[in-house]
């Protein structure tokens, strides 16, 4: 055992084992690299990455190169998951340096964490042009030991460039329809009008960029921005990268074609596509885009929900093969023909597996294919596909099934929050808002600590223990876009108000005075350089996160503050929409709905009445964006503003359950006819 047996992180313990003498990160793996005069090997990954495992295998099992390690370097592992910001730091040198990056990451800093070397995966032998990983470490060792001055002027230019790359976007003025129809425009030009998504491979579900065309069609009405969302929802719930059999997604495609995932299933990308396909089907009434997001949502609470009701980070892509025993990827997913007849009979299993498109060449690895739907397949009735994909089921479930990362993120478990408590709401299932209110339960009872004067929220748990890691600012904005969510479902306003307390720290501990933001709090341990990135990676900044939450909170409350700050954060969009709105597609929705309103509406009548809950349904599936909600009792003026502000002085219309809509500072008629709010609120009813 080495000094991670003692750790939380599963990633960490998969490497506890190892004769690598790793240590986490700290202060003291530091000191020690001080003492010794030796540099730090920082290795970077997560529990579900593929080549994580890959390299660990091939090196860091290996006692030659383990002893080699040990001798010349303090050699540290991160969890990329549990510590972004140091992912990010480093992750920032390694691009800047190479062009490219990616997990592992293989970093070499001096003892005061100042990069002098980088890469990503290096194989144990020389291959395609790599230098083997032996070759890095004696390369690295040699100009350590012979050419120091050298090594600590890279290190400490590498560290002064990083310490300079400051953003400045809060003076840049809030984007308006211009930028975001040009945002529209360049999005058009990257489209893959022939098999959905963005650029070629490998290809990403563009879940935010999805996100902003569904809200720029309801705002604008443009049907090219609706279309390129329907096609590439089609394109990706036909393909591969869609667990036919289980429901949920695979982190991405290695082709254009969706056809063969790398086959990681991550909650947020799960979380973000559940949201989007639901959203989807609110736009269009699409049965594909609601049986997409209702078997996503029944993937995460049955393969990801953790005991104490929240929701694991990941499966990973490998699993034991049970012909070799060895750990591959996709092993649990793929499919012969021989196979699907074993398991469905002759005349079952020819039909399988042209429904399935099942080859004998097959798709993926060793005659081997992933389920996918081709437009070509046969036509078969709905009961008969249901017995097959049932019996295929429980024959994949007796095999080795991959592993899971059960640490809770706060982030993720955020945007599963909001992505469980719309569905529930749409497709009428309380208990997906019940998983969802368990999850946000969770988040309060373990990961916020609202002590006086150290009010924080923690990044990660495991076992309903919290972790040692402070939050950053995606788990603040995705908490409270999860919070504000749960709470225009559920009416309870005591989300709301664990919303504001997060957002009021977003203001206090995040933001700089020109309103731009960072991804650390103020009081955070000091890296090299303090991460701020506004552009989404596999899921949505940290800063336009909070935009979002903080502008949602405004709209629910009137602060003018929360208001200003959402404003002034979305100058990155103003600055970069247009320019890359590939990445930053969560920024142009928020931006989207600053130009709706959002609109603000209140819900009021008597619980037991089911007018009310016909009228807040209609609220709820307005298309309006970024709309919130709010349903109550209605309360005289007298009463104060009590848990919801927006239904202060709202009352019954003639004895009736009703829905006032605002916007913009003025508000329309009320009505106590939902057809009549859908309008007001741009739904199509599905």
Known sequence: ????????????????????????????????????????????????????????????????????MNEHFVSVKVDREERPDVDAVYMEAVQAATGQGGWPMTVFLTADAEPFYF????????????????????????????????????????????????????????????????????????????RGGFGGAPKFPPSMVLEFLLRHHARTGSEGALQMVTDTCEAMARGGIYDQLGGGFARYSVDREWVVPHFEKMLYDNALLCRVYAHLWRATGSE??????????DFMVRELRTTEGGFASALDADSEDPLTGKH???????????????????DDGVLAAGYFG???????????????????????????????RARL???????????????????????????????????ERPDLVERATEAADLLVRVHFDAAAGRARLARTSKDGHVGSNAGVLEDYGDVAEGFLALASVTGEGVWLEFAGFLTDLVLDRFTAEDGSLYDTAHDAEKLIRRPQDPTD?????????????????????????????????????????????????????????????PREVAVV?????????????????????????????????????????????????????????????????PTTDPAELSEQLGAVRP
């Not at 594909?288 to 949502?297: G, H, K, P, S, Y």
């Not at 993926?364 to 596909?385: C, K, M, N, W």
Request: hydrophobic residues 45%.
């Open 605 to 669: 009548g008597h619980p037991e009445d089911p007018a009310l809950a016909a009228l807040h349904r209609a609220a709820l599936l307005g298309t309006a964006p970024g709309a919130v909600v709010a349903v109550g009792r209605p309360q005289s003026a007298e009463d104060g503003e009590g848990e919801f502000p927006l239904l202060a002085g709202r009352t019954l219309v003639g004895g009736l359950p009703a829905a006032y809509v605002c916007r913009h500072f003025v508000c329309a008629r």
């Open 328 to 346: 591959v990827e996709g092993a649990y997913y793929a499919w012969t023909p021989a196979q699907l007849r074993e398991v469905l009979g002759e």
């Open 288 to 297: 594909l885009a609601r049986r997409v997001a209702l078997e996503t949502a």
């Open 358 to 388: 099942v080859t004998e060449e097959g798709t993926f690895e060793h005659g081997t294919s992933v389920l996918q739907l081709p437009q070509d397949g046969p036509a078969v009735g709905a009961e008969r596909i249901a017995g097959i």
């Open 537 to 597: 990676t596999a899921a949505p900044s940290g800063w336009t996160a909070a935009a979002g939450a903080l502008l949602s909170y405004a709209a629910h409350t009137g602060s003018e503050a929360h208001r200003t700050a959402a404003e002034r954060a979305l100058g990155v969009v103003h600055a970069l929409g247009p320019r890359v709105p590939r990445f930053i597609g969560h920024g142009l929705a928020v931006a989207e709905a600053l130009l709706d309103g």
């Open 1 to 68: 055992m080495n000094r991670l047996a003692g750790v939380t992180s599963p990633y960490l313990l998969q490497h506890a084992d190892n004769p690598v003498d790793w240590w986490p990160w700290g202060p003291e793996a530091f000191e020690e690299a001080k003492r010794r005069a030796v540099p730090v090997l920082l290795s970077v990954g997560y529990s579900a990455c593929h080549w994580c495992h890959v390299m660990a295998h091939e090196s860091f099992e290996d006692d030659d190169t383990a002893a080699y």
């Open 393 to 427: 089921m429980a024959a994949r479930a007796e095999r080795p099934a991959p592993g899971r990362d059960d640490k809770v993120v706060a982030a993720w478990n955020g945007l599963a929050i909001a992505a469980l408590a719309d569905c529930g709401a749409y497709f």
């Open 119 to 194: 890469g990503t995966y290096f194989p144990p032998e020389p291959r395609h042009g790599m230098p083997s990983f032996m070759q890095v470490l004696e390369g690295v060792r040699a100009a350590w030991v012979g050419r120091p001055e050298e090594v600590a002027d890279v290190a400490r230019k590498i560290a002064q460039d990083l310490a300079g790359r400051q953003l400045d976007y809060g003076k840049a003025g809030t984007p308006g329809p211009e930028e975001l129809a040009q945002a529209l425009l360049g999005l058009t030009r990257e489209y893959d009008a022939t």
